[in-house]
C-alpha cells in the first residue's frame, strides 16, 4: 500500500495537469527574459510549442515559425519557442545570446522560454506530460519538434523535426482549432 500511494505521489507530482484538469494550462516556464510564463496565460488560445535550438540543421525553421506566428496570432495562435540543449549541444548559449541570435537572425518576436531540458530525468513537466498524453513516440526526438495544444490546454498533435512550420498537416491543424473557438480571446 505504502508503495502504491508512493508511485500516486510521483505521478501526480510530475503531472499536476491531469490532477487538476486544466490540460497543459497547469504548466508554467520562465520567459527567455526571466518573467514567469504561465501556459494558463494562453487559455482560449492554441499554442504551437517547439524546443528550438541555434546550431542545429533545422535551425531555419525559426523563419518557419516566425512566418506562421505572423500569419495566425491575431486569429489567437501562439507560437511558443523552447530553447534545448539537449540534441548534440546544440543551444550552448546563455538565454540572453539565444534571444538576440533569434530576433537578429529571424527577427523572432513570438514568445519564447528560457532554456530548458525536454527529454530524460530533467525533462521540464509539459514535455513529460506530452509524451504521455500523446504517446512516447510523440518525441521529442531532435531538435525543431512541433506539439500542438488545443484552447482547452489538450494536446492535440505532434510532428517530427523534418516536418517544417508551415507544412499543410500543421496550418490545417491550426486552422481547425481557430475555426472551432472563433474570434482570439484579448490579452
Known amino acids: 500500500m505504502r508503495l502504491l500511494l508512493a508511485a500516486l505521489a510521483l505521478v501526480l507530482a510530475v503531472s ?57 496570432r491575431d486569429r489567437g495562435l501562439v507560437v511558443l519557442g523552447v530553447p534545448s540543449n539537449d540534441f548534440g549541444g546544440q543551444e550552448p ?41 500523446l504517446g512516447e513516440a510523440a518525441g521529442p526526438r531532435w531538435n525543431f519538434h512541433k506539439f500542438l495544444i488545443g484552447p482547452d490546454g489538450r494536446a492535440i498533435a505532434a510532428w517530427p523535426s523534418s516536418v517544417e512550420p508551415d507544412a499543410p498537416a500543421i496550418t490545417a491543424a491550426i486552422e481547425r482549432l481557430l475555426t472551432e473557438t472563433g474570434p482570439a480571446p484579448r490579452s
Not at 532554456?115 to 530533467?122: D, F, L, M
Request: glycine share 8%; charged share 20%.
Open 93 to 133: 548559449g546563455s538565454n540572453a545570446q539565444i534571444k538576440t541570435f533569434c530576433e537578429t537572425n529571424f527577427a523572432v518576436d513570438f514568445p519564447m522560454t528560457e532554456k530548458v531540458s525536454v527529454r530524460g530525468p530533467a525533462s521540464h513537466p509539459l514535455f513529460t506530460w506530452l509524451r504521455r498524453e
Open 16 to 72: 499536476p495537469a491531469c490532477a487538476d484538469g486544466r490540460g497543459a494550462h497547469a504548466f508554467a516556464f520562465t520567459s527567455i527574459e526571466g518573467e514567469p510564463l504561465p501556459l494558463e496565460r494562453f487559455a482560449g488560445r492554441p499554442v504551437l510549442v517547439v524546443n528550438t535550438a541555434s546550431l542545429c540543421g533545422y535551425t531555419h525553421q525559426y523563419a518557419g515559425l516566425q512566418r506562421l506566428w505572423q500569419r495566425y
